[in-house]
């Protein structure tokens, strides 16, 4: 017997989990707004509740029009190159309309961290408080 058929079915399980992540986004709800996240080049930023509930998915998620608080986890030095840090924040935004497409943009400096909420427009609409980070 061979190791090359024994090494095949943990390859295969890395290549499905994977693939789960960086999947097609869903076709929007046009009742709901839409918020994706941006993911920094030596960061991952990833959502973790909606008005206290978990997200399913932490590269997007959908919210009803109206008031809504994102928790969302910066983990930065992703690169390998810069400190390791773990953020962790919130973003309150009172006006989200239904059909609109959001992007949470990240931003790291030292040990500061944030977030901002840009428009399908370009506009920042809404901009978090300074991360916690350790």
Do not use: W
Not at 56 to 75: C, Q, S, W
Not at 86 to 92: F, H, K, P, S, V
Not at 94 to 102: D, S
């Amino acid at each position: 017997m061979t190791l090359k058929p024994l090494l095949l079915i943990p390859s295969l399980g890395l290549v499905c989990l994977l693939s789960a992540c960086v999947g097609p986004m869903p076709k929007a709800d046009p009742s709901e707004a839409f918020i994706g996240l941006e993911q920094p080049a030596s960061a991952d930023l990833l959502a973790q509740r909606v008005d206290g509930q978990n997200v399913n998915d932490g590269r997007y998620f959908e919210v009803k029009p109206g008031a809504h608080r994102l928790d969302m986890t910066l983990i930065s030095g992703a690169d390998g190159n810069s400190l390791d840090l773990n953020c962790m924040g919130r973003l309150d935004y009172g006006q989200f309309k239904a059909g609109e497409r959001y992007q949470i943009n990240a931003s790291s400096e030292g040990m500061k961290a944030g977030v901002s909420l840009v428009d399908s427009h370009g506009n920042q609409v809404a901009q978090s408080n300074s991360f916690k980070c350790s």
